[in-house]
């Protein structure tokens, strides 16, 4: 018997070294193989020193603030320095306890996986799953070719820790993870998951985010299904960290004891701030990049090359902005609703029905769930019927989103019934649009109020005929002409019929100054004016002034019969604040390419329209509609509306330059409020000019408009970091326009209500 012991004993240790070394030996040729590439091509020099990952492109405010993203991946890289202290100590506690011991593979680790067969879980370290992260992407379900991916993670490991330092490779790993919810890289998940930056991340924060890391979906804080598998992810976190020397025992039962908590700002393109200007901003961009190829010819991609666009977006007063067209807009509406109750054609008026069936039937075709229906190919029998079908849908109230169950023909129904707005904010001295707001709600009302429409301008027209006048005949605020009917021939400018304008109060009589004609928009002054000057020459310094739709020259501008957008309205309205000279409105500073290189900076375009004094004199009447007209509801407690729900009275006594205006049955009211370092335009309407208030109290401008005017001035105001100008306009030096009207007259008295004067 023991002579037979032996050389089994002998056998049992060759077959143990032969398979030990026959083990080592096939990890070696494995290492072999996928270094000389025999599992597929490894990355170069060049892609290890620039990996390619899709980086969104960053769109920064004026001052410092990033307001949005354009990307396929919500990435946005940042270094080390950015990242807090314990967010590295919670990763390296908890990922890679040895990472600063190895050099891109951890022998121990792996050792100690394969004897327990991953039930401890795996031994990649935090260099191997960045080369994952990079240049796998996703691990196969194929267990041979997930053994040759692992070859290949492991000597891409190694070259990326020749490549790099380990803080560059801990932010590398960091930039390249995907937490879900759009957040992809820790910046977009600390912003989306907590509203900051990841250097202001405290260390529960970062223990959330670092627990997501072994699988986002299944530990994620945000779904409520894994929020308590989220918890006890992180607290094993806070023991990885005990356990590592980050923190004391007692620290650690003390962050235990933490409920969870998240504040989760998503980040879409209709969420967050600026969503209009974003949405127009994207086109701008894609002109750019058709234009301005990369060196090598390829154009850049707006959504993976990680450009940073500079604009002159100021985040604080787009802020303000949003607030004051909400705030004004929700107490506005419940008053449109309450009218709509007793309207049997509401939310129209002046239309016959078959013209509703009309505009609802174009409103369907034009919604995105027709589209989608047509695309898949579904008959107009089929889709009647679906839009007739109740469905459970989210939709939008003042009061927040609220979840309903109704037929998609309803909700075209039901949003009709809101009324719109929008509002323009520009610095006339550099032409820099520092607020757009294009409508409500950028997620249900995509059509944006301030470049995209063009809606009938009204009184907000007549200061360009005054202007005109004012430049080319010397005419003084205190010029009078009769207040009585005006009329232009037929045939004149080539009109067909004979033209008399009526005055929307229908009172005449007695003389008027151009101030008080302009404060209380007299239209019959001002037809007599145009007739004076002929409209093509106010339609070249309308022009000149920063319109850019085509206007034809007939009389009937003087009233502002005529549609243009808001945007052209502030950039013209600009020039008057700029002492005649129009600068173009601005929206982009410069781009730089992920790297920090300029690729362009932007400068506007800059042209004389009126002699300084001409401009200064249009402004001392615009003042004049402030002090005594149509505006005057900026400086009394006169309101239209409840002083509890509208933060009336404004009472403001800085100097401001403004006109409001009314079209026809109320379908659109204006307000244009000039200071001398900012020109703002608002506008307020129904999507159909059809949808209206049935009364001139309700649906004027200075109800409809200037109230959104009024509290965005007085929250830019409120914040002295904005330096927004109380000081009255600059007076040239050399003023030959006499503006000191003799005051005996009682026909130029303040008048408490003016808009009664207003179209």
Known sequence: MKKDSKPNFKKFIFWFWGLLLAGLGSVLLLFFLASTGSFGELPTFEELENPQTNLATEVISSDGVTIGKYATENRTPIQFKELPEGLVNALVATEDERFYEHSGIDFRGTARAVIKLGRDGGASTITQQLAKNLFTKRASRNIFKRITQKAKEWVVAIKLERQYTKNEIIAMYLNTQDFIFNAVGIRSAARIYFGKEAKDLDLQESAILVAMLKNPRQYNPNRERSKAKSLRRRNVVFAQMARNGFISEVKMKELQSLPLKINFTPESHSDGYATYFRAHL??????????????????????????????????????????????????????????????????????????????????????????????????????????????????????????????????????????????????????????????????????????????????????????????????????????????????????????????????????????????????????????????????????????????????????????????????????????????????????????????????PETREVLSEESAYVIIDLLKGVTMGGSGIRLRTDITGLPKANTGFPYKFENEIAGKTGTTQNQSDGWFMGIVPNLATGVWTGGEDRATHFEGIALGQGATMSLPTWALFMKKCYADKTLKVSKEDFEKPEFLSINLDCDKKDEKDKKIEDPDDFEF
């Open 282 to 603: 994207q086109k701008v961009l894609r002109t750019w990049v058709n234009n301005n190829p990369k060196p090598n010819g390829e154009k850049f991609n707006i959504f993976k090359d990680g450009l940073k666009v500079y604009v002159t977006i100021d985040s604080r007063m787009q802020k303000y902005a949003e607030e004051a067209v909400s705030e004004h807009m929700a107490n506005l509406q419940q008053y449109f609703f309450r009218e709509q109750r007793g309207n049997r054609t509401a939310p129209f008026y002046d239309i016959e029905r078959d013209q509703i069936r009309g505009i609802y039937e174009r409103a369907k075709k034009n919604s995105d769930r027709y589209r989608r229906l047509k695309q898949a190919g579904k008959s107009k029998k089929e889709i009647d019927k679906i839009f007739k079908t109740k469905v459970e849908m989210k939709v939008f109230t003042w009061k927040g989103y609220r979840d309903t169950i109704m037929t998609p023909m309803d909700s075209i129904r039901y949003y009709k019934h809101f009324l719109r707005s929008g509002l323009l904010a520009m610095e006339p001295q550099t032409g820099h649009i520092k607020a757009w707001v294009g409508g409500i709600d950028n997620k249900h009302f995509k059509y944006d109020a301030v470049a995209q429409q063009k809606r009938q301008v009204g009184s907000t027209f007549k200061p360009f005929v005054y202007a005109t006048a004012i430049n080319q005949l010397r005419k003084s605020p205190c010029d009078e002409l009769p207040n009585t009917k005006y009329t232009i021939p037929m045939g004149k400018y080539g009109i067909p019929e004979e033209w008399t304008p009526k005055n929307s109060n229908d009172k005449y009589g007695g003389m008027m100054t151009l101030r008080n004609a302009l404060a209380t928009s007299t239209n019959v002054v001002t037809a007599n004016l145009i007739d004076q000057v002929a409209p093509r020459n106010v339609v070249r310094l309308a022009e000149a002034s920063g319109i850019t739709t085509k206007i034809q020259a007939n009389p009937s501008i003087a009233l502002g019969a005529l549609d243009l957008s808001l945007y052209e309205m502030v950039s013209a309205y600009s020039t008057f604040a700029n002492k005649g000279l129009h600068i173009s409105p601005m929206i982009l500073t410069r781009i730089e390419d992920k790297n920090g290189t300029v690729l362009q900076e932007f400068v």
